[in-house]
């Protein structure tokens, strides 16, 4: 639902679910109940990155660039995930996805970074 504030979520004790969700539309101040199973909330469309703007390359839309197929980004041993990295699905789902591939990319980067520092010695 758009322009729409989350007031209460109803549910039940015992068994413990969710039965409905009461909602304020943010236009018209209207408060309706709405009988549903569950909830799912969406906190927009604009990735939070300025923290990163002018040290990673992003696309015009404010999204991290990250190699096709990968989490690696312009910067070696930085890896990019989730909601800053995906501009088609931008989901939990696949923020978890991408979560575990930035892991492994982190954990292959620094076995690598292990490995010449043992190099070295």
Not at 7 to 14: I, M, P, S
Not at 70 to 81: E, H, K, P, R
Not at 83 to 95: M, S
């Amino acid at each position: 639902m758009w322009n729409t504030e989350l007031e209460e979520v109803l549910g039940t004790d015992h068994p413990l679910g969710v039965t409905g969700a009461r909602l304020k539309s943010t236009l018209t101040g209207k408060i309706i109940t709405l009988p549903v199973d569950g909830i799912f909330i969406a906190i927009g469309h604009v990735p939070q990155t300025q923290l990163f703007a002018g040290q990673l390359d992003m696309k015009p839309s404010g999204y991290i660039v990250t190699e096709p197929r990968s989490t690696v980004t312009n910067i070696t041993g930085v890896f990019a995930a989730g909601d800053v990295a995906d501009d088609v699905y931008r989901q939990a789902v696949t923020a978890a996805g991408l979560g575990c591939m930035a892991a492994l990319d982190a954990e292959k980067y620094l076995m690598g970074r292990e490995t010449v520092a043992a190099a070295a010695e």
